[in-house]
Structure formats: structure tokens, C-alpha cells
């Protein structure tokens, strides 16, 4: 009994004093007094079994989860029902140290450390992250304390970077503006610094490093420093630590350095360019480690294809390839296929062939089709943007005079009666033609298709000619090519 209490009173002595000496920056001599309290309660509680150990107030007799994180794919792999004070268990016995995700409702979650500890934690259900208490967990105090010094920091920097920049240099005011903007940044480095040689294989520090940005020095104007972050944003990124896969910190990280070249004055040609650049330096950083490359290749390719940037991917799938692919057969047919594929389905290449049945369970051949132009289009009654673009088209298609473009229409639906009927209810007098297995048919496969609508524009050879990702699009591709006004 004793023992027991005076672990739990050296365990709440020890947090205490590690979050007194974390908000206090310029004590860091500090962090090497708090290591050996630490090293001692490690040592006292070693033998506690390993997991988490919640408690969310006012949710008491519910149904909790605990998922997997895997860059962004969060999986779920226990639940347990917490107890009429919000109290439940999860043992980690066996499993990697990474993020973990404790689910709760659909924006009822936090995310956690686990790396061989006992995970104590107590939050809330309303305001989960805000209201977070970490009771035991170094891994967790470094990772809550650290999250919440840079966010604060971040927005401080965000609210002085425009005096940085537009402020009088010579005046005394911008003077203790620039030495708060570099103050800010130095502090929380050197922060950083001590925890990694206090703690160097914490999970929660080595986290923190990647997401930790390069030091911008106050002189530098708004180009240079975007251009400085562009060619130094992954100098200090380890990419041979394959364990933080096991967080989001290499998906965050990515869409972070995407931001810097997007613009939304862009025409989508120019903004293409730019993460061309973008991806060239993101991948070749990457390279020094098959898996982390891979992860990067797979997760880019997918995000560019969600919003039909094309020109990306094919430039991805020209100059990149799949570590595994010559390795492992399984792997290629995901990954490789899909780049291989994408090559294939690019502006200026012959469109792969098709033979798709009709309603009537006849066979249409795509290269069988005799039109001048053929417009390809891939959807499903499913899709809300599909449903209300077909009467448009239609009309493109009805005042057509002559008639110098076919469309075939492919349906990813996988019910006939849905199909069917919506072909009748609309009068669609064009090639119809579904497999009715969805996004798992072949002619799906061959054309990369993953949403809709999709749109191919052809031409007699059914060669490419565009892409487009809008019925705006689609009706500005057709004026280039004069098959309306």
C-alpha cells in the first residue's frame, strides 16, 4: 500500500514539475533534472502493463474505439465499452510503437503515443484535445507539450511576419519585432534540442523533428523566404526512420510542403508545373529509403488523381517507379500498375480500347465506333455531379449539326434497375454501355478511373485530346476543338 502511493504521489510530483519546466523556455537546464525524476519513475513503473488506460468524462457506458494510424489510413482494431465514469482499458501488448487513434463519436478522438509505456489520460468528450490531461506518459507529455508550443508559436509568427515584411527596417519598433520573430523560432529549436538529447529515442521527439520548420532568419523578404522553406524543408527530416510511418507526420508533412506551391490564381496548367517542382524535390529527398519513397509515391499519385492533376501523375509515372516493383509482384500490380496505366491515359497517347455490353447485353467496341470525335464519359447515377451534368450534355449532343462527336457513355453502377431507368427517365440516346461491377470492371482499371465523372475527348485514331474535369471544362474542350459555338 505504501509502495503504491508513493508511486502515484512521485508519479504526480514528476508530471507536474515536467509541465511547469515546459512552458518555461529559458529553463532549460531544467530538462536534465527533470530526465533523472523521470528515469526514476520509469524505473518504479516499468513492471505496469503496457496500453492505454482512459478515462473521457461525461461517457460513461459507451462504446470506445481504439484505431492504427498509417499516414492518413486509420484503422480500426479494438473497441471496449468505458464504465459508468467514462473508464476503460486497452492493452498494446504486442504491437508497434507509433499513433494511436481513441474514437469515441464522429469528432470525438485523440491521438496518442504509444511506445512500450502505460499510457494514463483523462479528456473530455465536448472538447477532447483542449481538455486533454496526460497522467503518465513521457511520450505523451513531450508530444502534448511540444503540439502546444508550436501552435502557439506558429500563430505568433504568422501575426509578426506581415510587420517583417512591410514594417520600416531602420525604425526601433520593427527592430524588437524581428528579435521576437527569431526569439520565437531559436526557443522552441533549442526546446526541441534538449528534449532529443534527453530523450533520443522517444518516439513523440523524433515526431516532433519532422514536423519542426527551418529557422527563417527576420531579413529575409517574403520571396526569399519562400523561396529559402522550398529548398530547405526537409534538411533535417529523417527518412530512413520507417517507424513514424505509424503517424501522420510524413502525410502532413507532404501536404505542408505541396502549400508552398499552390496558389489559387493559378490556371491549373501553371499550378501543375508547380507541383511537378514540388514533387521532384519531395521524392528525390525521399529516395534514401525504399519505404518512406514508396509511401510518398503512392499517397502523391492518389491525392493528384482525387483532383484530376493529370499532368502530375504522368510526369511522376515518366521519371518514378515503385521501389518494390521488380521485389514483390503484389506490390506492382497496385502502385506500378496504376503509373503504368497512367501513362497510357495521357493527353496525346491512343486511348486504350474498350468492349463494354450495352443495356441489351450487346458488346460495344470503343474502337469500333466511326465518329470524327468520340467523347468518352465514365459515371454512375450514384454521383450527384453526373446526374446534373447529363441533361447538359445532352443538349451539347441533341444541337449538334452535322453530328461530328459520339459519346459513350460508360455507367460505373453496379444495379441495372438504377441504370436502366435513369437512361429512360432522361432519354440518353447515345452508346450506353455498363459491366455493372463499378470501379472493379476492366474498362474501370484500364482508365484509372477511382471517381466520377471522368472525361476523355477523342478524336478519329482515338488519340486524347483532353481531359476534362468539369462540365466547363468539358464545354470549353469541345469550342477549341469548334464541336460547338
Not at 26 to 53: C, E, H, K, N, W
Not at 337 to 353: H, M, N, Q, R, W
Not at 415 to 428: N, Y
Request: with cysteine; glycine share 4%; net charge positive.
Amino acid at each position: 500500500m505504501f509502495r503504491y502511493f508513493a508511486i502515484s504521489l512521485f508519479r504526480y510530483l514528476a508530471i507536474s514539475l515536467f509541465r511547469y519546466l515546459a512552458i518555461s523556455l529559458p529553463r532549460y537546464f531544467a530538462l536534465r533534472f527533470v530526465a533523472t525524476i523521470m528515469f526514476l519513475l520509469v524505473s518504479l513503473t516499468i513492471t505496469a502493463q503496457s496500453g492505454f488506460d482512459g478515462t473521457i468524462l461525461r461517457y460513461g457506458g459507451n462504446k470506445i474505439f481504439l484505431m492504427s494510424i498509417y499516414g492518413e489510413k486509420v484503422t480500426t482494431i479494438d473497441s471496449a465499452i468505458s464504465d459508468a465514469d467514462g473508464h476503460f482499458r486497452f492493452s498494446l501488448a504486442g504491437r508497434l510503437p507509433g499513433m494511436f487513434r481513441v474514437k469515441w463519436a464522429k469528432e470525438g478522438f485523440v491521438d496518442l503515443v504509444w511506445n512500450n509505456e502505460n499510457v494514463q489520460f483523462t479528456t473530455t468528450s465536448s472538447i477532447p484535445e483542449d481538455s486533454l490531461i496526460i497522467q503518465s506518459s513521457i511520450e505523451n507529455q513531450i508530444n502534448l507539450s511540444f503540439s502546444r508550443l508550436d501552435r502557439i508559436n506558429q500563430s505568433k509568427l504568422q501575426l509578426l511576419m506581415p510587420v517583417v515584411d512591410y514594417y520600416p527596417v531602420r525604425d526601433v519598433f520593427y527592430n524588437s519585432v524581428a528579435t521576437e520573430f527569431e526569439h520565437l523560432q531559436r526557443g522552441q529549436q533549442q526546446y526541441l534540442d534538449s528534449l532529443a538529447k534527453l530523450y533520443p529515442n522517444a518516439y513523440a521527439v523524433r515526431v516532433a523533428k519532422v514536423y519542426q520548420p527551418p529557422f527563417l532568419p527576420a531579413l529575409m523578404n517574403k520571396d526569399e523566404r519562400l523561396s529559402f522553406l522550398k529548398q530547405h524543408y526537409f534538411d533535417k527530416v529523417d527518412f530512413t526512420d520507417t517507424a513514424l510511418l505509424r503517424s501522420m507526420v510524413f502525410a502532413n508533412k507532404a501536404i505542408s510542403y505541396l502549400s508552398l506551391y499552390s496558389n489559387n490564381r493559378l490556371a491549373q496548367k501553371q499550378l501543375e508545373a508547380e507541383f511537378i517542382k514540388a514533387v521532384t524535390i519531395m521524392l528525390s529527398a525521399a529516395s534514401v529509403n525504399a519505404e518512406i519513397f514508396k509511401f510518398w509515391l503512392d499517397y502523391l499519385v492518389g491525392g493528384f488523381d482525387k483532383y484530376h492533376l493529370d499532368e502530375v501523375i504522368t510526369y511522376i509515372a515518366d521519371n518514378f517507379q515503385d521501389p518494390f516493383a521488380c521485389e514483390d509482384q503484389q506490390r506492382k500490380t497496385a502502385l506500378q500498375k496504376k503509373l503504368e496505366t497512367f501513362k497510357k491515359i495521357a493527353v496525346g497517347k491512343i486511348s486504350p480500347d474498350m468492349e463494354v455490353p450495352d443495356a441489351k447485353g450487346k458488346p460495344v467496341k470503343l474502337s469500333d465506333i466511326v465518329s470524327e470525335y468520340t467523347l468518352v464519359v465514365f459515371w454512375s447515377t450514384q454521383c450527384p455531379h453526373c446526374v446534373s451534368m447529363m441533361p447538359r450534355l445532352k443538349e451539347l449532343y441533341e444541337k449538334q449539326d452535322p453530328r461530328r462527336f459520339e459519346v459513350m457513355a460508360v455507367s460505373i453502377d453496379t444495379s441495372r434497375t438504377a441504370w436502366t431507368g435513369f437512361l429512360k427517365e432522361q432519354k440518353l440516346n447515345w452508346i450506353n454501355v455498363s459491366d455493372l461491377k463499378g470501379f472493379a470492371g476492366k474498362s474501370a482499371d484500364d482508365f484509372n478511373i477511382y471517381a466520377t465523372p471522368t472525361i476523355f475527348l477523342l478524336d478519329r485514331e482515338k488519340k486524347i485530346l483532353s481531359k476534362p474535369i468539369s462540365l466547363r471544362e468539358l464545354e470549353e474542350s469541345l469550342r477549341d476543338n469548334k464541336l460547338i459555338k
